[in-house]
Nanobody, 123 residues
Framework: VQLQASGGGLVKAGDSLRLSCAAS????????MGWFRQAPGNEREFVAA????????NYADAVKGRFTISRDNAKNMVYLQMNSLKPEDTAVYYC?????????????????WGQGTQVTVSS
């Protein structure tokens, strides 16, 4: 599976962004997908995950109620809708795919990673 993340940018606090992740490979519909982020000087952290069917999702406490993960298996796409953005959301955002269909929160369960897209939120 190859992943290409896009949609990042520079926004103001309170604004919204939608990140997209395009996946190639026939196994996409069987893969749990996740979004992670990494700010300078910090470790990569979990943001959101979705199961292969889309019926199960998980969110980090820091984004719960503001971010929504979704997927379109017909288009091999995963999305992260980010609302009410805060300066602390500033990071490089990565999409990831697992060989298994679950909505894992642990980055070690993901086998494939995209290149990342920068999100910068100004105050």
């Amino acid at each position: 599976v190859q992943l290409q993340a896009s949609g990042g940018g520079l926004v103001k606090a309170g604004d919204s962004l939608r990140l997209s992740c395009a996946a190639s490979g026939r196994t996409f519909s069987n893969s749990g997908m996740g979004w992670f982020r990494q700010a300078p000087g910090n470790e990569r952290e979990f943001v959101a995950a979705i199961s292969s069917s889309g019926r199960s999702t998980n969110y980090a406490d820091a984004v719960k109620g503001r971010f929504t993960i979704s997927r379109d298996n017909a288009k091999n796409m995963v999305y992260l809708q980010m609302n009410s953005l805060k300066p602390e959301d500033t990071a490089v955002y990565y999409c990831a795919a697992s060989k298994f269909p679950y909505s894992y929160t642990d980055y070690a369960q993901y086998n494939y990673w995209g290149q990342g897209t920068q999100v910068t939120v100004s105050s």
